[in-house]
Antibody
Framework: EVQLVESGGGLVQAGGSLRLSCVGS????????MEWVRKAPGKGLEWIGG??????????EYAASVQGRFKISRDDSGNSVHLQMHGLKTDDTAVYFC???????????????WGRGTLVTVSS | QLTQSPSSLSASVGDRVTITCRAS??????LVWYQQEPGKAPKLLIY???SLQSGVPSRFSGSGSGTDFTLTISSLQPEDFATYYC?????????FGGGTRVQIK
């Protein structure tokens, strides 16, 4: 079965750090753009960052809200993508999802495969 | 930036439901729709503005291009009560609309 599984969430104090992981099975993550999206309580979905595929050097992009605090990295041998979070704020409390950003053709993209998410709670 | 409307609506089983998404600039057809139920991951419904994802019921349809887009549910079913999001995937940074919560009347 093709799936993504996130882990690493938990309770952390404001100002602290946390590292989330997303491991793929039945899919080679290095061949795909991978994204991180979060859902805070009572709020909508927020894209927080993405990592291009291996062919594009796994280069990364970030939302302004996390630029400089969050970093996405890859471990191709472990078939995983990671989200390192520093300087956490109470506003970062959310369920964090990883998703595959699939290219169906020229300029046609969509997030077609999602993990179940991992909860990050930042306390004051 | 994507503006979804309404932010919530109440409807009955069998109703036709329309949700709109307006982009602040021309995004061609790079618009995607997702459904999210509480406690679950988002589910892909429509990509490229009007293409139905495999396995998604045909009562869901999408239309539009440029700046104005629509998601239509032709006959609302009990399992459709959820929150719907549009997404602009033309380029980074990726943006989502604020969401539309569809509730039971």
């Amino acid at each position: 079965e093709v799936q993504l599984v996130e882990s690493g969430g938990g309770l952390v104090q404001a100002g602290g750090s946390l590292r989330l992981s997303c491991v793929g099975s039945g899919i080679s993550l290095s061949d795909h753009y991978m994204e991180w999206v979060r859902k805070a309580p009572g709020k909508g979905l927020e894209w927080i960052g993405g990592s291009r595929d291996k062919a594009n050097g796994h280069t990364t992009e970030y939302a302004a809200s996390v630029q400089g605090r969050f970093k996405i990295s890859r471990d191709d041998s472990g078939n995983s993508v990671h989200l390192q979070m520093h300087g956490l704020k109470t506003d970062d409390t959310a369920v964090y999802f990883c998703a595959r950003d699939f290219a169906s053709g020229s300029d046609v993209w969509y997030f077609d495969l999602w993990g179940r998410g991992t909860l990050v709670t930042v306390s004051s | 930036q994507l503006t979804q409307s309404p932010s919530s609506l109440s409807a009955s089983v069998g109703d036709r439901v329309t949700i709109t998404c307006r982009a602040s600039q021309d995004i061609s057809s790079s618009l995607v729709w997702y459904q999210q139920e509480p406690g679950k991951a988002p589910k892909l419904l429509i990509y490229a503005a009007s293409s139905l994802q495999s396995g998604v019921p045909s009562r869901f349809s999408g239309s539009g291009s440029g700046t104005d887009f629509t998601l239509t549910i032709s006959s609302l079913q009990p399992e459709d009560f959820a929150t719907y999001y549009c997404q602009d995937l033309k380029e980074y940074p990726v943006t989502f609309g604020g969401g539309t919560r569809v509730q039971i009347k």
